[in-house]
């Protein structure tokens, strides 16, 4: 079962902050992040494994609320870098990620 | 380290014909992860093998898609015969052991079936 991102996709000027959202109807073993930029492979952010634990990566970090099943990504005072597609990847075994759609962001100057 | 490695980075074939998509992970890495991603389905996970023993192959969409992990440092994954539908971006990842968090994605092969 796909976990469900929102937004699609969101536009920022540098500086700014946004918040990406994971959520999935199965309990959660794990939540983790990546990030694709255009044309290249999807590299790894961040895990979560505890329920509201916080992780960071930069200025970019998460929550993952067990309970509601959700987690959320954090970006920061947001930089020209941090352009990509985020997708969250969810686990109910200790191998098998099921990736959400994934959110767009695009960030200018 | 090199990374995981993929061969071709581009292919572009016609329908009918039999296409093979190479992947070396990692040295040392123990598990590797076959993912298929199109516009319409996103990430898909394929296949994954643990110890070169394929463990779940229940994303395998159909019989033409067959995947063989010899030893190792190799693993492929063929499509015979390919059809315009299986147009995508094909990821091979891999892991140091079953259970590992992060997944090291090498940098795909682009297939067009025409």
């Known amino acids: 079962q796909q976990p469900v991102q929102s937004p699609q996709a969101v536009i920022l000027r540098e500086g700014e902050d946004a918040v990406i959202n994971c959520s999935s109807s199965k309990a959660l073993y794990s939540v983790h992040w990546y990030r694709q930029k255009h044309g290249e492979a999807p590299v790894f952010l961040m895990i979560?494994?505890?329920?509201?634990e916080q992780k960071g990566h930069e200025k970019i970090s998460a929550s993952f609320n067990e309970k509601k099943q959700q987690s959320s990504l954090y970006l920061t005072a947001s930089q020209l870098s941090y352009s990509g597609t985020y997708f969250c990847?969810?686990?109910?075994?200790?191998?098998?990620?099921?990736f959400g759609a994934g959110t767009t962001v695009t960030v200018r100057a | 380290d090199a990374g995981v490695i993929q061969s071709p980075r581009h292919e572009v074939t016609e329908m009918g014909q039999e296409v093979t998509l190479r992947c070396k992970p990692i040295?040392?890495?123990?598990?590797l992860f076959w993912y298929r991603q199109t516009m319409m389905r996103g990430l898909e996970l394929l296949i994954y093998?643990?110890?070169?023993?394929?463990?779940?192959d229940s994303g395998m969409p159909e019989d033409r898609f067959s995947a063989k992990m010899p030893n190792a440092s190799f693993s492929t994954l063929k499509i015979q015969p390919s059809e315009p539908r299986d147009s995508a971006v094909y990821f091979c990842?891999?892991?140091?052991?079953?259970?590992?968090?992060?997944?090291?994605f090498g940098p795909g092969t682009r297939l067009t079936v025409t």
């Open positions: 093998f643990n110890n070169n023993v394929p463990i779940d």
């Open positions: 979560l494994l505890k329920g509201g």
């Open positions: 990842a891999s892991t140091p052991r079953q259970g590992s968090h992060e997944q090291y």
């Open positions: 040295s040392g890495h123990n598990s």
């Open positions: 990847g969810t686990k109910d075994n200790d191998y098998k990620l099921s």
